[in-house]
DNA sequence: CCTGACCTTCCAGTCAGTGGAGCCTCTATG
DNA sequence: CATAGAGGCTCCACTGACTGGAAGGTCAGG
């Protein structure tokens, strides 16, 4: 499989494929034109990756997340913790959002938005 | 005043201001020993930075924010554009996160976490 | 043989800072 | 007056997770 195969099948950027394999994250063969083979391993590593990633854990975690998911005799707590941690901190995230949101929605809100240069926006920002 | 005072008083690190001074942000005058010497103009704005940045302002929505709060004649519909547009942004984000953390949440829920290596968070993120 | 798609490496840039080295200046104290 | 320590300066490198582009090699079809 070459790495545009790949690309499509996993979903992932040729670019970001090429990526993790400089980061050691996987360690396709290459053929003799020097081309990347993949096998269906790096494809299922690569499709986990992108799965990983797009629930928010780190290329960290993720390192973890792999070798944990290689290894056969691992114990499910010790994924459980990475999971949780992680969660803790999209909860955190959120909430910092959230206030984000409410303050800024109150702010526009108040914003007449027209053509006068009266703006509880900015007046919000400048120092009180 | 020195950029000590200024970090202090505007709660930004000295690092960042003189970063903010390279992009362009600010423009200190400077003493005969070299030393930064900022007027209560450039405190105002490193506040007004601060602020914008807490509320998740990229550093391209503060130049154009600090260009309006600067400009008397500017029109609040301006900065109601681009609070909109951030507003939207965020909402969207916590959108993701959210269903991050409703996924992540019912696997950690199902993960007996326990020394067994039966884990239904490595199965989901697996290739299905 | 040629075209165009696909592959390769390497370098640079993104965003918004942060860390550290090495050096200069100011102020307070002995 | 010497010195210690705090604070200032510049410059370079690094972060995370890619992304863009240049310059060049390879392959398949017509």
Redesign the interface.
């Known amino acids: 499989m070459n790495i545009g195969e790949v690309s499509e099948r996993s979903g992932l950027p040729a670019k970001t494929i090429r990526y993790y394999e400089d980061i050691g994250l996987i360690k396709p063969l290459r053929d003799t034109n020097g081309y990347r083979a993949f096998r269906e391993n790096e ?2 590593k690569l ?2 990756l992108g ?2 990633r ?3 854990f780190t290329i960290k975690d993720c390192r973890a ?1 792999l070798a ?2 290689e ?7 010790d ?3 990475i ?2 941690v ?2 803790a901190a ?2 955190a ?2 909430g910092d ?2 206030s ?2 409410d ?3 109150e ?2 809100e108040a ?9 509880p ?2 007046k ?4 009180h």
């Open positions: 494809l299922h499709a986990f799965r990983a797009a629930l928010g997340l944990l998911w290894d056969k005799s691992r114990a499910s707590a994924v459980k913790n999971a949780r992680h969660l999209i909860h995230k959120i959002l959230q984000m949101h303050t800024l929605a702010l526009v914003c007449a938005g027209d053509a006068r240069p009266d703006c926006i900015l919000d920002l400048a120092p």
